[in-house]
């Protein structure tokens, strides 16, 4: 009985396991709806407490739930065929619906793309995506990943100069220049990244494929996720 969990441990842990339970939060997250939508994030979710861990983390932090009210809100104060009306805004069940829906998504992709990049190093990532004939992506996802840190560490800068110099006072004019640093940050490491790409003489043709294995204890949990996917899929077209 002891050995079940080390068991079930090793076969859902790993690259593969972790990217066929990435396509497959994916494709039940996109092409569900409703109440299908709704077991297609108990689902996930359940895949993500077993596969990786690291993927709940977002639903921990504030501002995760505060995007997904801002969703839900929103499409319920701007719906179809308010029950409730007060000059442009009112109350719409079927617009609270469609912002359940979409809220419902933003979780299965959020948890998803972050079990997946926690659990699955980029290099891996991007061998994988040059493996399925998309020349260049890789390299792109794995450059763009290795960006992210330096351009939070620049808002969060520009962030506490503006604090400093009492520049929250103007919150349109403070969020204007955040968007503005961001943006510039973003076009001067690109301008930096080509650069250094070009005086290597990068090639996407050129660049290596390390091999992708699948092992043959992954291969019950694959079709499990198949089936069930087409299954639901089936269900709630």
Excluded: H
């Amino acid at each position: 009985m002891k050995t079940m969990p080390r068991r079930l441990r090793a076969t859902l842990g790993g690259v593969d396991a972790s990217v066929s339970c990435f396509a497959f939060s994916l494709v039940i997250g996109i092409c569900c709806r409703d109440w299908w939508l709704l077991l297609a994030l108990g689902l996930a979710l359940t895949l993500a407490a077993l596969v990786y861990p690291a993927g709940l983390r977002p639903l921990t932090r504030l501002r995760t739930w505060v995007l997904l009210t801002i969703i839900v809100l929103s499409s319920t104060l701007v719906g179809d065929d308010p029950l409730w009306s007060f000059g442009p805004l009112g109350i719409s069940p079927s617009g609270a619906l469609r912002g359940a829906n979409m809220a419902m998504r933003a979780v299965i992709i959020i948890v998803a793309v972050t079990g997946l990049v926690s659990s699955v190093p980029i290099d891996r990532i991007g061998g994988f995506l040059e493996r399925l004939g998309l020349r260049g992506l890789g390299f792109a996802v794995g450059v763009a990943f290795n960006l992210l840190p330096l351009i939070e560490r620049s808002l969060v800068t520009s962030w506490q100069a503006l604090r400093l110099r009492a520049g929250l006072r103007r919150p349109l004019t403070a969020a204007r220049l955040m968007l503005v640093v961001a943006v510039s940050d973003c076009l001067r490491c690109a301008d930096e990244v080509t650069l250094a790409a070009e005086a290597r003489a990068f090639s996407p043709d050129a660049v290596k494929r390390p091999p992708f294995t699948w092992r043959a204890r992954t291969v019950p949990l694959v079709a499990t996720l198949v089936a069930t996917a087409g299954v639901l899929v089936w269900f709630a077209a």
